[in-house]
């Protein structure tokens, strides 16, 4: 059995953490689809790679400059016509899944991440421009993030939360979540194309290997090494025990019977940064029912190659406890960590969005200034 199906088999999702338009329309995807690939995500380093990386869309930034379209406005024309090229190769999953898998993520612009309503607006108009059930918006978990995560599945808008380092910080998040469900149950969508309750989808993107990528330093100063690589998946099993209760607690009882779905954890950031780590730690040790784990291309070869399929996520759920606990006898706050990270993720995806823009404006003219020297040229 492919090792893609072998998690799915176990309750776990993979999703494809990487889009270019290339990818979709030479049929590389659909080979991935075939494989056992449940889903896409995007953000804007990913998408500043594909559009400043590659001459995939020098055609249709061509056809866009001859409608005189803004920088912003070039880029969401790539970046909405990929999301809907997706979307449309994954609607038979959304579709024989009811709902569950079958989904492509869009980010709302990562300046809006401290600006609740803006990024509500945003999202919103997004939602309708893609005009396809299944497509999730994500949005960051900040402190404004929240509030808007409340707002958005009330009007029925899929969503994808990101950037979530921590357990108080996903707490929070799933409280919104089930607070928007609050909101939506009596009122239904109020966005073109919304969902209802019993439709509506959202997934909280728990990143992972950054926790240890910060923690291991400060292990390292606090002569701690015996814990090195371990706090990571650690704090991700200690979230999916949250989730385990939150989302069989009374509260939810009731949500449920009216049809309204869980908001699976996402495991996010799972290639190993660290070299001296298994390239598939974090996929290996994650794998759980009601789970999504979303791949880079490197990480899915990886893990088809050598990877465990095996439930791991249930395992060894109290020692995760006790080393978290040890983590504060030995003056490490985990919270503070996770929650500078945060702060670092909203400025490291803030940047390769400027540096897109940027790259656009240069690339627009330069295909201006060589279509005026072919003019030139043929006079």
Known sequence: MPKLIELEKLGQSVWFDFIRRSLITTGEFQTLIDKGVRGITSNPAIFEKAIAGSNDYDEAIKELIKTEKSIDEIYESLAIEDISMAADLLKPIYDSSNGMDGYVSLEVNPHLANETEKTIAEARRLFETLNRPNVMIKVPATAAGIPAITELIG????????????????????????????KLLPSGPSVKGGHAVNRVASVASFFVSRVDSAVDKA???????????????ANSKVAYAEFKKIFNGPRWEEL?????????????STSAKNPDYPDTIYVDELIGPQTVNTLPPATVDSFIDHGKAAETLTRGVDEAHRQIEKLKSLGIDLNSITQKLQE????????????????????????????????????
């Open 219 to 233: 292990l390292e100063e606090a002569n701690a090494k015996e814990l090195q690589g371990k706090i990571a998946i």
């Open 155 to 182: 009007a029925g808008v899929n969503v994808n939360v990101t950037l979530i380092f921590g357990l108080e910080n996903y707490k929070a998040v799933a409280d919104a979540y089930l607070a928007g469900l609050d």
């Open 256 to 268: 449920k019977n009216r049809g309204a779905r869980e908001q699976r954890v996402l495991w996010a």
């Open 344 to 379: 670092d993720g909203v400025i490291a995806f803030a940047k390769p969005f400027d540096a897109l823009m940027q790259s656009l404006a240069e690339k627009r003219d330069r295909l201006v200034q060589q279509g005026a020297q072919g003019r030139e040229q043929r006079a």
